[in-house]
């Protein structure tokens, strides 16, 4: 599995941005997830969705700003951050797991991993 991610940018408070990832390789019934990391903090998962189930799994609150969705037909998984804030400034990463979905997002149990799309909110 391969994972492209884009769609990051630079915006200013209050707007809105929908990182994609794209995956090549096997694609449906998967764990999918996005995790951010901001400079000197660790990396801390977003949320996650079982691609062709609809599973959908939100880290903490994030379900209120955050929205994960797929679109089966392009691979894609998309994450739609509304209502910017400078504290989500961070480096967005993709992953990918064999294992099951779960609302708290490990690191260590995805193993594939794109290479990050930065978004930048002033």
């Known amino acids: 599995v391969q994972l492209v991610e884009s769609g990051g940018g630079s915006v200013q408070a209050g707007g809105s941005l929908t990182p994609s990832c794209v995956a090549s390789g096997y694609f449906n019934k998967r764990c999918m997830a996005w995790f951010r990391q901001a400079p000197g903090k660790e990396r801390e998962g977003v949320a996650a969705i079982v691609t062709g189930r609809g599973n959908i799994y939100y880290a903490g609150s994030k379900n209120e700003r955050f929205t994960i969705s797929e679109d089966n037909s392009k691979n894609t998984v998309y994450l739609k951050i509304d209502s910017l804030k400078p504290e989500d400034t961070a480096m967005y990463y993709c992953?990918?797991?064999?294992?099951?979905?779960?609302?708290?997002?490990?690191?260590?149990?995805?193993?594939?991993w794109g290479q990050g799309t930065q978004v930048t909110v002033s």
């Open positions: 992953a990918a797991t064999r294992r099951l979905c779960r609302p708290n997002m490990v690191v260590a149990e995805f193993e594939y």
